[in-house]
């Protein structure tokens, strides 16, 4: 059995994308990891920093971005697509680069992918998430933050990259171009596994934050659109209200340590005041989705109610 883990990346050390530890802390496990890399900004030195691994697991294909082509978050779906088709394993592996998996997660994802791997009516494997919000301390698992996903599949070609590559979706004479078709297409039939994706791209220097969320805006709404909203926008992301968050009491992947040092804007971060200041409020800030967390988590012993689901689990 060969696993491979794959990516996109572009313009990720001005961001803060942690992606070197992401491509560590899936190493261990995978045969390959491939990288499609775009093609970023004059400064963008995230091709020097992946050498640096100096790993011969690394692939790197170099890419082109075309959101004109991929307009609305498909670019992300496009790019992963790329690096998809390039991986060579039974299982392919995917994290953003944003996304980490625990060491001690490792004998469950390798145990499961040798399990099912004949078993042709498993599609992929689901993990838990922690969404990592404002530091390291803190996340959310609820009905505004997805709790599962999609971060395993099958090495099949009709299995892609499904809208700005949150997920993957079955999709049969895809034409290559529209990562939104649902007509035609199908979920895919997944284990979920007792393993957790730590994703920490809500953990940054506020202004990189907020630099980010521009970036991201950039590509899914449009630079005109983007510029509108942004107005509302103070010089550094306000996280808001930092008690909406869960507190966290585990441990992180080992590779995190020293990444974790760095965090120095503790002092900005809020538990108490206004529920936010200088943004917009975030959907997990309206009073509606705060009264649906409070049920799930006091009442409903964590479940979820509803929620974004494009996948369908199997029994063991």
């Not at 920093?49 to 790197?60: G, P, Y």
């Not at 890419?63 to 082509?69: S, Y």
């Not at 505004?144 to 997920?167: G, K």
Request: glycine share 6%.
């Amino acid at each position: 059995m060969k696993i491979s883990g794959f990516t996109f990346l572009r313009n990720t050390s001005k961001l803060y994308y942690p992606i070197l530890e992401s491509i560590q802390s899936a190493l261990p496990i995978v045969d390959e990891f491939v990288v499609a890399l775009g093609k970023g900004d004059d400064d963008d030195d995230t091709e020097e920093k992946l050498l640096s691994l100096n790993s011969d697991k690394l692939k790197i294909i170099h890419t082109q971005w075309d959101t004109e082509k991929y307009p609305r978050g498909m670019e992300h779906a496009h790019q992963t697509d790329i690096a998809k088709e390039a991986c060579s394993g039974d299982w392919l592996l995917y994290l953003q680069g944003d996304e980490l998996i625990h060491e001690k997660d490792y004998d469950e994802i390798t145990s499961k992918c040798k399990h099912y791997l004949t078993d042709l009516k498993v599609d992929g494997f689901l993990f838990n998430y922690y969404h990592f919000y404002g530091n390291y301390k803190h996340y959310f698992r609820d009905h505004c933050w997805y709790p599962l996903e999609i971060r395993i599949v099958r090495n099949d070609s009709d299995i892609h990259s499904f809208v700005t590559a949150q997920s993957f979706r079955r999709m049969p004479n895809f034409d290559g171009l529209n990562y939104r078709e649902k007509e035609g297409t199908s979920k895919l039939n997944v284990i979920k596994l007792d393993a957790n994706i730590f994703h920490y791209g809500w953990v940054r220097p506020p202004k990189l934050m907020r630099k980010k969320c521009v970036y991201f805006h950039n590509t899914h709404r449009g630079k005109i659109a983007t510029q509108q909203e942004y107005k509302k926008y103070a010089d550094e992301y306000d996280y808001g209200r930092i008690d909406y968050c869960l507190n966290f009491n585990g441990s992180h992947p080992k590779v995190m340590k020293e990444k974790i040092k760095t965090l120095d804007w503790q002092d900005s971060l809020r538990f108490d005041g206004p529920t936010v200041i200088g943004r917009p409020k975030a959907k997990h800030e309206n009073f509606k989705y705060r009264l649906i967390v409070w049920i799930e988590r006091n009442l409903l012993g964590g479940k979820v109610l509803g929620g974004y689901k494009n996948y369908t689990i199997l029994k063991p």
